[in-house]
Each structure stands twice: as C-alpha cells, then as structure tokens.
C-alpha cells in the first residue's frame, strides 16, 4: 500500500476512481439529467481548494516562516518549493474559473440566464454573483500582478535589486488582498445555494 501511494500521479487516479465508483452508487448506476452541474460543481471546489488552499499556505505557512529560515536555507523555499507551488497555485485559479463559469453556464443548460443575473447582481443571484466578482478580482490578481512580480523576485525575470524588492512588494500587498478577499469571495460562494 505504502509503495502503491508513493506515486502521487497513482493516488490522485485512484482517488478519482473512488469517487467515480460513489458517484454510481449514489445515482444508482444512471447518470441522470443534472450531472453536468454536479461534475462541474465538484471540480470546481476541486480546483478552489488547490487555489485557495496554496493562497492560505503562502500566507499563513511559507512567508512568516521565512524570517526564521537561514539565509543559506532560503534557496530551498525560494528555488524549489515555492515556484512548484506557484505552478499549481496559478493554474489552480484558471482551473477555478473555467470550472466556475462552466458550472454556472450549466445551471441552466447553456441559456446563461442565470450568469447574466448572476454578474449583474440580479435579486436571486446577489450573494453568488458577489462571490463570482470578487473571485474574478483574486484571478485577476494571481495572473497580472502576483505571477509577474514573483517571477522577477525567483529571478525567472532577471531584473536588478531594487526592481526586486519592488516586485516582492507588490506580489505580497496582491497575495494579502487575495487572503482578505478570500473569506467574503466564499461567503458569497455559499451563498448560492443559501439565498439563490
Ligand atoms: C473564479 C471565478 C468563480 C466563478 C465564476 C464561480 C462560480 C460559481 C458558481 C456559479 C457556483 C454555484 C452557486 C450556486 O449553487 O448557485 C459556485 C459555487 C461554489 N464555488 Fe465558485 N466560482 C468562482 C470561484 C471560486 C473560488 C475561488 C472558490 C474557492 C474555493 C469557489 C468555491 C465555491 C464553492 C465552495 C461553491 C459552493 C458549492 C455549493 O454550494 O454547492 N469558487 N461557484
């Protein structure tokens, strides 16, 4: 078992297979007429959870951390964690949103009705559709400011020491205005369902 889940490729399939296999039981072997927003509203949590659970981890985790690391320690945080965790951090938000606006086009087989309510704040939508704008602020955030300034502070965009410590400030004031948008960007998430 221990040498099966040593491959993170082989635990993640089987972790999908598991859920395809309770997905059947529950539906009873059919796959019934609501399954497109089912599976998208699955992999959309999916896909927030790797995005928002990397931004909580940057903040609450890997930046205050780095003042107790060592200066010759730092290259392991700086070099190899934290660009493959901007990997799947980046990608998990353009994941969230395409699965978001996919599950939100399904809610009503493609009319984009209840989109249309939704990013106009329209009575029935508000709580989502606030969700939805404030996530798009945070997308926004991880593709225009974040990922370029980060890649100037790991040096994947050679720039000098002063435009360094510049692009490391704004890459943290965008990732905190993320962290603070987070929490009402998921109220407005739950929210869907609560008042939609
Ligand atoms: C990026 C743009 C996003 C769009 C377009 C979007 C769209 C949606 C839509 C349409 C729903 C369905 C609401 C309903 O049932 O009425 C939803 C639910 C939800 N979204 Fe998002 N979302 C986005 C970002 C996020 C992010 C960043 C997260 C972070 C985890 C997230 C987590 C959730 C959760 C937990 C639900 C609740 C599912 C439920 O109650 O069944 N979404 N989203």
Known sequence: MAAYLSSLPRT???GFVLAVIVYLVLANGMIGSGFLPYFFRWLHI??????IGL???????Q??????IPAEQKPAVTKVIAPRALFWFRWGAMATLITGLLLAASMDNFALVYLREALSLGEGQRAIGIGIWLAFIMWFNVWFIIWPNQKKVLGITPVDADATAKAAKWAGAASRINTLLSITMLLGMAGG????
């Open 12 to 14: 993640v399939v089987t």
């Open 46 to 51: 999916i896909c927030g959870v790797m995005w």
């Open 55 to 61: 931004l909580w981890y940057f903040n609450f985790v």
């Open 63 to 68: 930046v205050p951390s780095m003042a107790q």
């Open 193 to 196: 369902s609560h008042f939609g």
